[in-house]
């Protein structure tokens, strides 16, 4: 039995020192993952520049699982894989938060671009309106130089005809008189001539 019990120990003990390097390799693959998860969001170029705290804590905590014992070593991997993924949700969400930030900028200096574009057409369509109104203007000044030029004329023309009325009504009355006159002159000749 003793020797039964040598043979179980000394295979028990034999597993243990077979698989310890197995599991010890196995946890130094799960570190190596998580430093390589840790290196590639510094590599990253939108990402490596933030974060940098988290990104911090993540590598102290991988060094914290690589120190400790096999009994600890569950619990500090644990803590080191959430610090990785709190180092990358961190960076990626700084990331949005700067992405955020530059199209509000985008879309501020767009609407002060369109401000501008509408301020500049207001002012060209206020600038041809004014334009306008002044060739209106313009065109009222000679409409009512030619008004009164051709009431002037007309006034002339009226001046004139009054004028010629004057003398034509001059000249008929004169020859009216004259007429009177000639009647006159035949109705005493004839009155003569009768006598």
Do not use: C, W
Request: no cysteine.
């Amino acid at each position: 039995m003793s020797t039964h019990r040598t043979v179980l120990a000394t295979a028990v003990l034999a597993f243990a020192v077979v698989s310890a390097p197995a599991q010890a390799q196995s946890n130094d693959d799960r570190l190596a993952d998580l430093r390589a998860q840790l290196v590639r969001l510094e590599a990253d170029p939108e990402l490596g520049s933030l974060a940098a705290y988290e990104r911090l804590q993540a590598s102290q905590a991988i060094d914290a699982a690589a120190q400790a014992r096999s009994s600890t070593f569950a619990g500090a991997r644990y803590v080191a894989e959430r610090r990785v993924q709190i180092a990358q949700v961190v960076a990626r969400t700084a990331a949005m938060e700067r992405e955020a930030d530059r199209l509000d900028r985008e879309r501020s200096e767009l609407i002060v671009e369109a401000s501008r574009r509408d301020a500049a057409a207001a002012r060209a369509e206020a600038e041809r309106l004014r334009i306008e109104a002044q060739i209106q203007a313009e065109e009222a000044a000679r409409l009512r130089a030619r008004t009164m030029t051709d009431a002037e004329m007309m006034a002339d023309v009226e001046k004139a005809l009054e004028g010629v009325a004057d003398t034509q009504a001059a000249q008929l009355r004169a020859a009216r008189q004259r007429e009177a006159e000639l009647r006159r002159m035949e109705e005493e000749l004839m009155r003569d001539a009768d006598d």
